[in-house]
């Protein structure tokens, strides 16, 4: 125990007697390692989280409904619909019906998705109504009118400008062209920008402007979504409703997340490569200081070992000087993440076409990052520190 102990008494020498400077330097470069580690797996895991709660909040719903197989349409929504909120776990049903018809505008003509809905509805199951940028959201009665997302209007830094409208602003009629040739002319009452461009190239009408149009297609829809009340178990839902044989195809939002499967499937791959060679550059950092640092204390240790401290006594007090440097920079590393760069991020999010992202780390992940700071620091203050502490006496008190 008293060797043990003189191994802290040797460590808290170095730590003492060394320059301050370069203590300071290098609890600033074992910081800046584990900063390194856990913020690029934060972000990564920002934007998979966002953008899969983008399509939740903005395309799918937590769980959505389709037609039977053969068929265009949910028929009888109203009994549909009732029977889905009836279900345990289930918050709120929103029923919408895909238009088939194209906007122009001017000279322009698109071919964008066009969703009827009841806004109460859709309000309560979505956040578009919470994402308007300029006008106001549809209202239960509201005919003639239509909302359009910020790809269809267009502008200045809009993603796809380019197959826009171009100049499409709130107040302007455009035309709503429908495949069965009747066409009908719409105030744009708002634009909403969600941040999330699939979400954007949408717009919608009142179901009662699709029923005014369409008479035939009244309780009939193309998709019914379905928000969970919070911490309901969405597979026993799903099977909840499969159960009722309602004569519809019931799928979870996943299924629809298309492409963003292989983005956040990308990002998994990309964050563990770079945690690989964030572990990597935090050992080449502390075998470099701990390096340095027995060889310019190469006498001191061979004085030691003439005076009868035990090379591993010498090379222990080494390891727990590793593992003070990686300590404090763990430490100084959680303050500035969890306290400076997590609500700088969450005031700031990063601005991307898939969602506005910031920082998501879950202390699990975060505590699994910091040990491993930690073991590879040990390991790496062990390496230089046999080879020096195993050198002859004479050779290290001369400095060979």
């Not at 320059?19 to 910081?31: E, G, N, S, V, Y």
């Not at 690029?40 to 903005?58: C, E, K, M, R």
Request: aromatic share 8%; charged share 15%.
């Amino acid at each position: 125990m008293k060797k043990i102990g003189l191994s802290f008494y040797l460590t808290w020498k170095y730590i003492t007697r060394g320059r301050k400077w370069t203590l300071l330097l290098t609890i600033f470069l074992m910081t800046a390692a584990f900063i390194n580690l856990v913020f690029i797996p934060a972000l990564f895991n920002g934007i998979i989280n966002g953008s899969n709660q983008q399509i939740v909040d903005t395309l799918t719903g937590d769980i959505y409904v389709t037609p039977p197989n053969g068929s265009d349409y949910i028929n009888d929504v109203s009994q549909v619909t009732n029977k889905i909120k009836s279900i345990n776990g289930i918050k709120d049903v929103s029923a919408a019906f895909s238009v088939p018809a194209r906007i122009k505008y001017n000279n322009i003509t698109g071919n964008w998705q066009i969703i009827a809905v009841n806004p109460d509805n859709h309000s309560n199951v979505f956040d578009v109504s919470k994402k308007m940028t300029s006008g106001s959201y549809l209202a239960s009665n509201d005919l003639n009118q239509i909302i359009i997302g910020r790809q269809i209007a267009g502008g200045k830094d809009v993603e796809e400008n380019a197959l826009s409208l171009k100049t499409a602003r709130t107040g302007n009629n455009i035309s709503l062209n429908l495949d069965n040739g009747i066409s009908r002319t719409l105030k744009v009452k708002g634009i909403f920008n969600t941040g999330f461009v699939q979400s954007d190239e949408r717009a919608f009408i009142t179901y009662n402007e699709l029923t005014s149009i369409m008479p035939t297609l009244k309780n009939k829809a193309t998709t019914i979504n379905i928000k969970l009340v919070t911490g309901a178990n969405e597979g026993q839902v799903i099977k909840n409703i499969i159960a009722d044989k309602l004569n519809v195809n019931v799928y979870s939002w996943q299924d629809a997340a298309g492409i963003m499967k292989s983005v956040s499937s990308s990002f998994v791959s990309i964050n563990v490569l770079l945690s690989a060679t964030s572990v990597l550059i935090a050992a080449v950092t502390i075998i470099i200081i701990i390096y340095i640092t027995v060889i310019n204390k190469r006498k001191e240790i061979g004085i030691l070992r003439v005076i009868g401290v035990k090379p591993y006594i010498i090379v222990l007090s080494y390891v727990i000087l590793s593992a003070i440097y990686a300590l404090i920079g763990i430490t100084v590393g959680t303050l500035v993440f969890w306290f400076v760069l997590t609500p700088y991020f969450e005031a700031h999010p990063f601005v991307l076409p898939i969602c506005n992202a910031v920082l998501d780390l879950s202390w699990s992940d975060f505590i699994i990052r910091a040990q491993a700071i930690l073991i590879v620091s040990i390991f790496s203050g062990l390496v230089p520190t046999l080879v020096v502490a195993h050198t002859k006496m004479l050779d290290a008190i001369l400095g060979k």
